[in-house]
């Protein structure tokens, strides 16, 4: 049986070095993002997060965005900037990620349901703690009515004229 080649053994040097190299690069850098397991509360407020805080301006935005022709996708994604990446990281198959995505609706449906519970057994409390904001239905695309008729101004020829102020004017630093 021959010796072992040069080669054979910078193999298996190579290779006894990469496991401690990985383990050491990965304490280094920390979790991969897809490495990382979320409680089921802490996976639905990355599921809620939103930039914008407050729910009512958080609907008109994505009313803004529609109007202005953006996708659901798009607007999601600028509404709701965590969706996507929980959605996607771990789940490279399609069919993952439905089931995925339709877990995390029976999960927002179950908590819409016991926000309604809570709030008809008559407690305070906050479904977007994102947001601090208590809850109120989105508002409709109904025109709203029409405001009631302001006064009229009086006509101008009957206001005093002023004359301009001296403070009106523009300072000068060189004096001129």
Sequence with gaps: ????GYEDVAIQRINGMLDPMAKAMAQGMGMPPGGQKYSESDELEQWNYSPIADPRVRVEAMLELKQLGKTDEEITD???????????????QISAQISFAKQM?????????QFSQEQGAGLQAQPDTAAGADFTPAPTMAPSPAPAPAEQPEPLASAPIQPPSILDQPVSGFGG
């Design 1 to 4: 049986m021959p010796d072992k």
């Design 78 to 92: 600028a509404v709701y900037p965590n969706r996507r990446r929980l959605i996607a990281t771990g789940r490279p």
């Design 105 to 113: 609706d029976k999960k927002m449906a179950k908590l819409a349901e």
